[in-house]
């Protein structure tokens, strides 16, 4: 159970967020504000009241940026993605979920396990949980889709990693204690941070697996600042990025490091564009993953057989995720179109004994099996849509956007896509990124429009106000 710090904690942010708006540059507080929040804030830990969602460490510190930027800072959040697409993905995002409420109102028996039927009642928290957990993406789209706040946010997970690093080492070596320590309980299952004769790191994430996703992002972050700086700066990054890369060692998650040591010298060697376009297939393939699951054409049994030759114990662990994969699959195509609803009715249960059958772990599995088709294209469209017109913008000519700082963000942001066919690691920064991106490629194709239109008519364009605090990239 949460201790008393666990709830201070989550009661405090808002004045730290407040705090840290009133001593840093706005877009710094902006990503301080919520990145700090998913790394310092207990884990299963919330605010519950009824009729409305959980507040929680995903919750907290981005609606408290919403209303400091609205009430406190006087800028206002859009709400609607200017591109057409990703409206209509933002609203099946949102308003989606209501035929998943309207479609699953029987209550499911199976034995002594009894989930409950959606209700009128569960309609309207349903939606708000759907709107609060988008927040991030809102806020990095209409403030972060600048150069300095493409940058801030890159620096941001590079600079994360290095602090967060120091509490990761410490566990390495004493054992993953912090979070009993400091909220007064563990956050998971102890023996799975075992492995082999050590321990991995947690700190104050959802799992080891989490934080290794999280120094991923951290290591190709700082190699990009290593790419971007030059002088002593392009000294301490190279430090700093080697560092990171131990750091990534000493988590002990394989996939992790796979990702590491195929992306960290291809974002240091190759070009933007390029960059772009194998985050774009990244993107497809992540997205087009259940059609491809579903139809046989993922090499399950090769890939087992890779994995088993490289360990036999992590190939063990892979074989049950994808055992239950299968599972859930089968039980997500009974209702393909909405889905079954929360409370665990997209799980799989023992018909007699009502013992749980499945573990889900990915992403997409999870979201395939709770909300249906309309709710699996919603998430993975918003996430996809961003990298999409990064590479649009990529191939217009005269289209200048800051491509040396949108290129390492999608593929951040699809190296975590990809990851989310293992894991549920969408997290309040995977928005952030992808927002950020988003704003930045509908602000070069609004300054395009423009400037047609002022050629067409003789006069100068004007893309539109800017915040002072804000460099354009256009």
Request: glycine letters at 8%; charged letters at 15%.
């Amino acid at each position: 159970m949460p201790n008393t710090i666990a709830y201070l904690a989550l009661l405090g942010w808002p004045v730290v967020c407040l705090f840290l708006f009133l001593r840093l540059p706005f877009e710094r507080a902006i990503v301080w504000s919520i990145l700090g929040g998913y790394l310092l804030l207990p884990e299963r830990t919330a605010f519950d009241a009824p009729l409305v969602p959980p507040l929680d460490k995903d919750v907290i510190p981005a609606l408290a940026v919403f209303l400091i930027c609205l009430f406190w800072m006087g800028r206002r959040v859009s709400l609607w993605p200017v591109s057409p697409t990703g409206r209509v993905l933002m609203a099946l995002f949102v308003f989606g979920v209501i035929p998943t409420v309207l479609t699953n109102g029987e209550t499911l028996v199976f034995d002594d396990t009894v989930l409950p039927a959606l209700s009128g009642h569960d309609l309207l928290s349903v939606v708000v949980n759907q709107f609060l957990f988008l927040l991030p993406f809102l806020i990095a789209r209409q403030h972060l889709a600048s150069e300095t706040g493409l940058r801030e946010l890159l620096l941001g997970l590079a600079v994360g990693g290095l602090v967060y690093s120091l509490p990761a080492l410490f566990e390495v070596r004493m054992s993953p204690q912090l979070h009993t320590w400091v909220y007064g309980f563990f956050q998971h299952r102890f023996d799975q941070m075992m492995r082999g004769d050590g321990f991995r790191p947690i700190v104050f994430l959802p799992h080891a697996l989490w934080l290794a996703m999280f120094f991923v992002a951290a290591l190709l972050a700082s190699a990009t600042m290593l790419r971007r700086t030059d002088g002593v700066e392009r000294v301490r990054w190279l430090a700093a990025t080697l560092y990171l890369a131990g750091v990534l060692v000493l988590s002990k998650s394989l996939a992790s490091q796979l990702y590491a040591l195929a992306f960290t010298p291809f974002l240091l060697f190759s070009g933007s564009r390029t960059q772009i376009r194998v985050a774009l297939l990244l993107a497809v393939v992540a997205t087009c993953y259940p059609v491809l699951r579903n139809a046989g054409l993922v090499p399950v049994d090769m890939i087992l057989e890779k994995a088993r030759a490289i360990d036999p114990t992590r190939a063990s662990s892979l074989g049950f995720r994808l055992n239950n994969e299968n599972l859930l699959l089968d039980r997500a195509w009974e209702k393909p179109l909405f889905g079954w609803g929360t409370f665990g009715r997209n799980l799989v249960y023992d018909p007699e004994t009502g013992r749980l059958l499945t573990i889900p772990d990915g992403r997409w599995i999870i979201v395939f099996g709770t909300f249906g088709w309309v709710g699996y294209i919603a998430e993975m469209g918003l996430l996809a849509l961003p990298v999409l017109l990064a590479a649009r913008a990529g191939r217009v000519a005269g289209q200048r956007v800051a491509l040396h700082w949108i290129a390492p963000a999608v593929l951040i942001l699809t190296v975590n896509m990809i990851d989310m066919l293992l894991n549920a690691t969408l997290v309040p920064f995977t928005w952030m990124l992808a927002g950020a991106v988003l704003g930045s490629c509908e602000r070069a194709r609004a300054a395009r429009r423009n400037k047609r239109r002022g050629l067409r008519t003789g006069r100068t364009p004007v893309i539109g106000r800017k915040p002072k605090t804000e460099r354009p990239i256009l």
